[in-house]
């Protein structure tokens, strides 16, 4: 059974912070995705990472695909109380299993 | 464009009773995902319906179930509602089927079920 994990669970930081998020899994993903979350709302892509090692930035998140396509981080540089949702993690499978592999998500509050 | 949209956005239903949600997709799109979300599982995968046949199916128990219609609509319905199916549930609609990278997925807002 594929597996992502996220961590922390938890971030409350102060704005203009800098932080760092993870995904992590024992499996290999053909892609991973990053989704963003506000309070009332549904997830809202960010980004797609497909190539091992690659990195992608976005404004003030930089986002990067491990070398093995297990994992990926998200770098937020100078955070602002925009940031604030839930952040989440979904791999796209590999051969006929094309179904996403969502992980928890880690909730993030940027305080003013 | 509009994006997804999910009826209703809240409902407070007993136990026992039946649901049924609704969700139009994004106009072009065929696919149709369903997800369950709660605080402990996160986002659980329901089903997944393109061009009215069931591609996928997640592991929940057969009181879940759903459809789609010729244009592209789609329900879900919970039966014999029980407490622990209060969540909120996403409706994502995508061109094609399947969780590819070049398969953008969009969500609609949800809606908030409270079984009591």
């Known amino acids: 059974t594929q597996l992502l994990e996220q961590s922390p669970q938890f971030l409350s930081i102060q704005e203009g912070e800098n932080l760092t998020v993870y995904c992590n899994s024992s499996s290999v993903f053909s892609s991973l995705q990053w989704y963003r979350q506000e309070p009332g709302e549904g997830p809202v892509l960010l980004v797609t990472v497909v190539t091992g090692g690659e990195v992608k930035k976005l404004k003030r998140l930089t986002f990067q695909f491990g070398d093995a396509r297990k994992d990926s981080s998200l770098h937020i540089t100078a955070a602002q109380p925009g940031d604030t949702g839930l952040y989440l993690c979904?791999?796209?499978?590999?051969?006929?299993?094309?179904?996403?592999?969502w992980g928890l998500g880690t909730s993030l509050a940027v305080n003013p | 464009k509009a994006g997804v949209t999910q009826t209703p956005r809240y409902l407070i239903k007993t136990r026992g009773q039946q649901v049924t949600l609704s969700c139009s997709p994004i106009?072009?799109?065929?696919?149709v995902s369903w997800y369950q979300q709660t605080p402990g599982q996160g986002l659980q995968f329901l089903f997944e319906?393109?061009?009215?046949?069931?591609?996928n199916k997640g592991n929940f128990p057969g009181r879940f179930s759903g459809r789609q219609f010729s244009n592209s609509r789609s329900e879900m319905n919970v039966s014999t509602l029980e407490l622990g199916d209060s969540a909120l549930y996403l409706c994502?609609?995508?061109?094609?089927?399947?969780?590819?990278?070049?398969?953008?997925?969009?969500f609609g807002e949800g809606s908030w079920l409270t079984v009591v």
């Open positions: 106009s072009g799109h065929r696919s």
């Open positions: 994502a609609s995508s061109l094609s089927a399947g969780g590819s990278w070049g398969n953008t997925i969009y």
């Open positions: 979904a791999g796209g499978g590999t051969g006929n299993n094309r179904k996403l592999i």
């Open positions: 319906y393109f061009s009215e046949t069931q591609r």
